[in-house]
């Protein structure tokens, strides 16, 4: 027989052992709760003044009993669903209110949360006998946002109930599997994503749609977005503990199975969260982090994404086992020896300084192909940019070149280099770089720092910018500000202005409506040819103004052009 769960502390024996008679009694399948077992949780409950309840399996077994407190009770761990999406519990809840009163928060969120075949609350009078009784039960056709994802119902007392729980249970499940046949299918799951907007609201919105592009990119389905605001971020939960409940209904509604944070959690947030949600939890790093496993290509991309990742996961190492795992052998192995934590700490920090071993070694390479080309005197052009700003489409549109260049945000990861004539024999190597975003994890820096610094050789910095995008000065900034902590600042530039064709009056009308800062740069199309020619034009200019270039140097990001990457 199962132990009682819940509020047992102070209980008489007598009250404990008619508690444990609950087990030997059983309901019909297609009843609720009998009379008799309704008269018996309602004695029980007025005379320790507390909620008592029952979990019943579609058999009519009586599973679990369970001892609350004056308002809630608190059910014991029950493990996962028993088949996915389209699948109940297979239990109901049976239990007692102290007051006439409807089913509570907490009762909806474990029908929710649980998804429990039926809850039912059975009002205790004040002599004991069972009132009232109010229903619950999931509804699979809600829609809509503020729909709710249950119905309930009341009746007058367990001799009106006409309500067959198991017929009900599988009608439900039915519409569930129907409603997932038709929905569509992610490769990389359903998710939801989440902000908090601690001071201004509209930089939240925007960053907010960047997050969705990048879950776009990663293979997520958005199946709905969610902004709190806050004057400051939850240390526990990021957002309120409320909120993360809301999340969890809407996810169980929406049949999500991913959450994604628009923000870098600490390790103690993510156990903490965890610890709430049977959802998966990502933030931004970690998704950015996954896009750039799924684009990393060659030998090197692949090195620096691993370096990155688990840069980003030794400090969220948690313990797994309460035991020591392993034993050190050998002489000085007596003693505690190390557990499985320290033994995972250690091997990841061994991984690591293979891995910045390798990376210098490509370093080195590098190092002697600049100077190499230093010799031949090869001006260097190097393209960066905003992700998604056009700079893979600007290097095949100048180089006849076959990039991968695609709508979506760090399409290249991998650099490229292509050889670019001028005319009177003149001739650059032009390349194409990582995209930069706002916030880039400085893992994300550290770890491609071998890529980055081939940047610091340039002769020039052609900075594409996304003109259609209406947040592109912040965009701008952003990359400025990672330059800088590249200590790149001091490079020549030039702002190149992408896209200007889905402006209004195209690429020759952008100059009347740009700002000073634009009329700097060179409005451009990278994907019809427009403006080209004056951005060639304005290239030779600053390279060999005077007769000379601006440096001595030159660099590639490769050797040799490759057709693919």
Known sequence: MPPISGNTPGLKPSQLKRLEATYRRRVRPEEVTSPELARHLTELSLEISRQVGALINRRGDIEHVIVGDASKLELPEMGRVRAGDTRLRGLRLVHTHLKDEPLTPDDLTDLVLLRLDLVCAIVTRPEGLPGRVYLGYLDPEATGERAKFWKTEMVDDVHGLDFDPVARAEEIEAAFGRSIAGREIA????????????????????????????????????????????????????????????????????????????????????????????????????????????????????????????????????????????????????GPGETKLEIDRRRVRDRITMLEKRIDALSASRQVRRQQRARHEVPVISIVGYTNAGKSTLLNRL????????????????????????????????TDTVGFIRELPRTLVNAFRATLEELTDADLLLHVVDASDPEHPQQIEAVERILRSLDLHELPRLLVYNKSELLEGGVDGYVAHSTAQARDGIPISAETGEGLTELLHRVEELLWREGKSLTTSGVSIQDEPHPHH
């Open 187 to 334: 490769t990389q799951g359903r998710a939801i994503l989440v902000g908090v907007a601690t001071d201004d609201r509209r930089q939240a919105d925007a960053s907010m749609a960047e997050l969705k592009e990048l879950a776009r990119t990663a293979g997520v389905h958005v199946l709905d977005t969610f902004i709190q605001t806050r004057t400051k971020i939850d240390p526990r939960f990021v957002i309120g503990r409320g909120k993360l409940e809301e999340l969890n209904l809407r996810a169980m509604q929406l049949f999500a199975d991913t959450i994604i944070f628009d923000h870098d959690m600490t390790p103690s947030q993510a156990r903490h969260i965890a610890d709430h949600t049977n959802l998966k939890v990502l933030d931004r790093t970690q998704l950015i982090l996954d896009i750039f496993a799924q684009h990393a290509h060659t030998a090197e991309g692949r090195l620096q994404v691993e370096l990155a990742q688990l840069r980003y996961r030794l400090p969220r190492l948690a313990q797994r086992d309460e035991g020591l795992s392993r034993l050190a052998g050998g002489i000085g192995g007596r």
């Open 399 to 430: 180089t006849n070149s076959d990039v991968v260049a695609e709508n979506k945000l760090f399409a290249t990861l991998d650099p490229s280099s292509r050889r670019l004539r001028f005319p009177r024999d003149r001739e650059v190597i032009i």
